[in-house]
């Protein structure tokens, strides 16, 4: 199976794109093309003011389609839609995974609203747009267990992260060493999963994040770091301006990776 991009259906035409996108059996992916919109909106197909993460059935089809893949052990990966209160089901010996989908590309609009105002409209229309393409969605463990909140959840409400994906990666990068980090409690808590992809680089690998890594395995951050004790968010408009042109850069090379992928 071939995954290629196409061109974004024009705006009377969302629907029917979507159908024929949603309308391949199990059966029939096999033998047909896949085609994964790599411009796709996923705001185009979710109910007005709802979250696409959740409402989108494009993406969670596309999610199912490029995760559905072998691990590198060479066990296959299959996810399912199918199983009522699950966004994505994976079962089997290897055990029991309910994903969830996620953003990596937030605008930050809600912590910095000056910083977000202070760009033009259509430079965070822009954004948005990309930020909803296939590039900018990502997935992880999506179960609660216990009380404890999700990764997406910790990772959106802990204020040395602050929804960054490059910093939660991090994140997990040190989960694989053992080491310390603002989100080691949750993580410890999925640590199965992680364990699916046996290391890090097989883990960034796996889920298209190559662009967000160097050649020495450390993290490519898209805002200055130094450790966690600091800021997480940009201070100023030209500073907020270079972190979101990185978030860009990183969303096309994610988008041209899947495109380029063959299943």
Avoid at 56 to 69: C, F, I
Avoid at 88 to 97: D, I, N, P, V
Avoid at 141 to 155: C, D, K
Avoid at 207 to 216: A, E, I, P, S, T
């Amino acid at each position: 199976m071939r995954l290629r991009s196409a061109p974004c259906c024009a705006h009377g035409e969302v629907r029917e794109c979507r159908d024929a996108l949603l309308d391949i059996t199990p059966q029939a992916q096999g033998l047909a093309t896949v085609v994964i919109d790599t411009a796709f909106d996923f705001r185009s197909d979710s109910p007005p003011g709802l979250d696409p993460d959740a409402h989108s059935p494009t993406l969670r089809r596309y999610h199912q389609l490029l995760w559905s893949r072998p691990l590198p052990d060479g066990t296959t990966f299959e996810l399912r839609t199918d199983v009522p209160g699950a966004y994505l089901l994976h079962e089997s010996e290897l055990g029991r995974f309910r994903l969830s989908s996620d953003t990596v590309a937030s605008s930050h609009r809600k912590r910095l609203p000056a910083l977000y105002e202070a760009m033009p409209a259509a430079e965070n229309e822009a954004f948005h747009a990309l930020g909803y393409t296939i590039g900018g969605s990502i997935v992880f463990p999506g179960n609660r267990i216990g009380s404890a909140r999700t990764l997406n959840q910790s990772r959106g409400t802990n204020r040395r992260i602050e929804d960054r994906i490059d910093l939660t990666i991090e994140c997990i990068r040190l989960n694989y060493l053992g080491a310390s980090s603002p989100l080691s409690s949750t993580l410890a808590l999925y640590n199965e999963f992680f364990a699916l992809f046996g290391t890090f680089e097989d883990y960034v690998r796996f889920f298209l994040l190559q662009d967000l890594v160097n050649g020495d395995g450390t993290v490519r951050f898209l805002h200055p770091h130094d450790g966690f004790d600091g800021r997480a968010l940009p201070a100023s408009v030209p500073s907020y301006a270079a972190y979101r042109a990185r978030v860009v850069e990183f969303l096309h090379a994610r988008n041209n990776r899947i495109a380029g992928l063959a299943l």
